[in-house]
């Protein structure tokens, strides 16, 4: 019989029980996956989809209403200081909720992903008292969700150049400026936003980050038509937005500090999932396209296969040990960076071996099973190599803080660019 550690901690399989009984109370049990056969069921493995807004909206509520039932069971969050009504147990039993959980049918909980990936831990780690209390519970819970404003139309890549200004006036700050790519803005109730509050200073050091209330006057949200045809973006502009200095994340001009509390846990998210990018496109789904098409005989298909294949595999056992050494109470290093980056080279490797089997049918409607589905796929790994950090800033992080490379060499602005070519 299972006894509790000591501290009233309750043991994993006293853990283990309770979550079955809510689960088992509150959800159904998903049916067994049938074996994958080509032409059978969803043939859909697209990437930034259209998606209806007012079937968003009504899948945002259940998914607000499971989390709710989730936290009034003590489940919401349950690594979170109790202060902030968290349990405050190891991670091994948050891994354990969610490997549970992911045998039921539950509403999509996609839409916490930023709030409580990103903009949670970053409020933990650097916001006031105040905001911490009035936020941290309500982002668990799902009675709001957050989203990040980071990136603008000339600061993606080099964040640090972002031009979003914020200027104080006595308790408030005015905000005034525009952000660009900020998933799930439309149905958000906060964000964290760095602006510039010291334009005199070096562009790392002029940065301030706060939380804003998406829902106050002067700020406005449109969508952005992707390439896929879906609109999962928005740009977000700000009109003398003013927003209490209580709600400021950090000390004044401190912001690159939060933005990279913000960026470690935003790349750990993108790149923890799919298992390295197999959830898009399993291995079988992969091998019985090419038996349909009568490539399994050749060499170069099979090779090139092959190296998707393994290329998935070697980020999976990265990401295992980036979560082997959470486990152990350890933070992670390099690994987060290097997974980011492991996850947009593994889409975009599938998407063009597919692009090779497929040929025109990858771009030509003919109705057929498991062809032009994918096209959506190919359109929207380039996003995904942009999201979160590039894949060439990922390749800088990753010469210059793990293989101990040096830096790029720099831009001389004040010399004419004709005069570089002569030297």
């Given at each position: 019989m299972a006894t509790t550690t000591d501290g009233g901690q309750p043991t994993l399989e006293e853990f283990r029980e309770e979550v079955l009984a809510f689960l088992d109370a509150n959800a159904s049990l998903k049916?067994?996956?049938?074996?994958?056969?080509?032409?059978?069921?969803?043939?859909?493995?697209?990437?930034?989809?259209?998606?209806?807004?007012?079937?968003?909206?009504?899948?945002?509520?259940?998914?607000?209403a499971w989390r709710a039932k989730r936290y009034d069971a003590g489940l919401g969050w349950i690594t979170g200081p109790k202060k902030y009504g968290g349990r405050e147990?190891?991670?091994?039993?948050?891994?354990?909720?969610?490997?549970?959980?992911?045998?039921?049918?539950?509403?999509?909980?996609?839409f916490?992903?930023?709030?409580?990936?990103?903009?949670a831990?970053?409020?933990?780690?650097?916001?006031?008292?105040?905001?911490?209390?009035?936020?941290?519970a309500k982002l668990y819970r799902g009675d709001i969700v957050g989203c990040q404003l980071f990136s603008e139309p000339g600061a993606g890549s080099d964040l640090?150049?972002?031009?979003t200004r914020a200027e104080r006036d006595g308790d408030e700050w005015v905000i005034n400026g525009q952000k660009v790519w900020t998933s799930g803005a439309h149905y958000s109730d906060i964000g964290e936003i760095i602006c510039r509050t010291d334009p005199d200073q070096p562009k790392h050091k002029g940065l301030t980050g706060f939380i804003v209330n998406m829902k106050a006057p002067g700020v406005e949200v449109r969508p952005l038509r992707q390439m896929t045809g879906g609109a999962n973006f928005n740009e977000v502009f700000f009109t003398?937005?003013?927003v209490p200095d209580s709600h400021r994340l950090g000390d004044v001009n401190q912001g690159w500090t939060v933005a990279l509390t913000t960026l470690m846990n935003e790349r750990a998210s993108i790149g923890a999932g799919g298992a390295g990018?197999?959830?898009?496109?399993?291995?079988?789904?992969?091998?019985?396209?090419?038996?349909?098409?009568?490539?399994?005989?050749?060499?170069?298909?099979r090779q090139e296969l092959m190296d998707v294949?393994?290329?998935?595999?070697?980020?999976?056992?990265?990401?295992?040990?980036a979560m082997d050494k959470i486990k152990a109470g350890q933070l992670p290093g390099p690994e987060m960076s290097i997974a980011k980056l492991s996850l947009t080279q593994n889409l975009w490797r599938t998407a063009n071996f597919v692009a090779r089997v497929l040929g025109p049918k990858i771009i030509a409607d003919t109705g057929e099973w498991g062809t032009y589905r994918w096209g959506q796929l190919l359109c929207g790994v380039p996003g995904m190599r942009v999201a979160g950090g590039t894949d060439e800033v990922m390749k800088n992080i990753i010469g210059e803080r793990v293989l101990g490379l040096p830096k790029d060499p720099g831009i001389d602005a004040k010399t004419p660019f004709r005069d570089l070519l002569k030297n």
């Open positions: 049916e067994e996956a049938k074996e994958f056969k080509w032409g059978e069921g969803d043939d859909d493995v697209s990437l930034f989809e259209e998606v209806d807004r007012e079937r968003e909206l009504q899948e945002l509520a259940e998914a607000k147990l190891p991670a091994a039993y948050d891994r354990l909720y969610t490997s549970l959980e992911a045998k039921y049918q539950v509403p999509n909980q996609g916490f992903g930023i709030g409580l990936g990103m903009v831990p970053t409020i933990l780690a650097h916001a006031t008292e105040e905001v911490k209390d009035l936020y941290l640090a150049s972002l031009q003398d937005v003013r990018g197999m959830g898009l496109a399993s291995l079988t789904r992969l091998q019985e396209m090419v038996r349909h098409f009568g490539l399994a005989d050749d060499p170069l298909v294949y393994i290329n998935f595999q070697v980020a999976k056992y990265n990401n295992q040990r």
